[in-house]
């Protein structure tokens, strides 16, 4: 056992005994300084939203975070084309022309070719990615029992429609 797993020590030389909070990026002094910064925050707690999934998704499925995100954008949206896709992933074409190889390999996805413009391609969810969708909300709604732990029913209502209100307004800026 090491000193980080005793509780004393450090595994890093310079870096005095490092708790698991701050291994993930939280400390108090973080805190006093941006606790009430908006983007911040929102981006803080995808983050850890983000690792938790990846948690439970290795016992619970056979997805990653990335090809669960591709999954619920085509649940949305349904058939899409690749590049619509990448640009809501904002990731770039050829990243997600990998993913998507992947996910077609696996059988999660069928592409084909717009019979409307020959240069794209048109990506839908076969069935079997419909079941794995659902298995992955179920996940996602473990994640979120556990980040709304202690908070009323209308606590997590209100702050539920607090963020779709604040990604309306952005949605308007960022389509101005």
Same mark, same amino acid.
């Given at each position: 056992?090491?000193?980080?797993?005793?509780?004393? $020590?450090?595994?890093?030389?310079?870096?005095?005994?490092?708790?698991?909070?701050?291994?993930?990026?939280?400390?108090?002094?973080? /805190?006093?300084?941006?606790? !009430?910064?908006? $983007?911040?925050?929102?981006?803080?707690?995808?983050?850890?939203?983000? !690792?938790?999934?990846?948690?439970?998704?290795?016992?619970?499925?056979?997805?990653?975070?990335?090809?669960?995100?591709?999954?619920?954008?085509?649940?949305?949206?349904?058939?899409?084309?690749?590049?619509?896709?990448?640009?809501?992933?904002?990731?770039?074409?050829?990243?997600?022309?990998?993913?998507?190889?992947?996910?077609?390999? $696996?059988?999660?996805?069928?592409?084909?070719?717009?019979?409307?413009?020959?240069?794209?391609?048109?990506?839908?969810?076969?069935?079997?990615?419909? !079941?794995?969708?659902?298995? @992955?909300?179920?996940?996602?709604? /473990?994640?979120?029992?556990? @980040?709304?732990?202690?908070?009323?029913?209308?606590?997590?209502?209100?702050?539920? @429609?607090?963020?779709?209100?604040?990604?309306?307004?952005?949605?308007?800026?960022?389509?101005?």
């Amino acid at each position: 056992m090491t000193g980080w797993e005793r509780g004393g $020590g450090s595994r890093w030389p310079g870096v005095p005994n490092p708790s698991l909070s701050r291994f993930f990026g939280y400390s108090r002094a973080m /805190e006093s300084e941006s606790e !009430k910064r908006l $983007g911040f925050l929102v981006t803080d707690v995808g983050r850890l939203c983000g !690792k938790r999934f990846d948690d439970l998704a290795k016992s619970k499925l056979d997805l990653t975070r990335a090809q669960c995100r591709a999954l619920a954008y085509l649940g949305h949206h349904g058939e899409i084309n690749q590049a619509s896709l990448a640009d809501i992933l904002d990731v770039a074409p050829i990243s997600a022309g990998r993913l998507l190889d992947r996910m077609e390999e $696996g059988g999660w996805i069928v592409r084909r070719p717009n019979p409307d413009d020959r240069r794209e391609r048109l990506v839908q969810m076969t069935a079997k990615a419909r !079941k794995a969708l659902g298995q @992955a909300r179920l996940v996602g709604d /473990e994640i979120a029992a556990e @980040a709304l732990r202690g908070f009323t029913p209308q606590e997590h209502e209100q702050l539920i @429609a607090l963020l779709q209100r604040v990604r309306a307004n952005l949605v308007d800026a960022v389509e101005r």
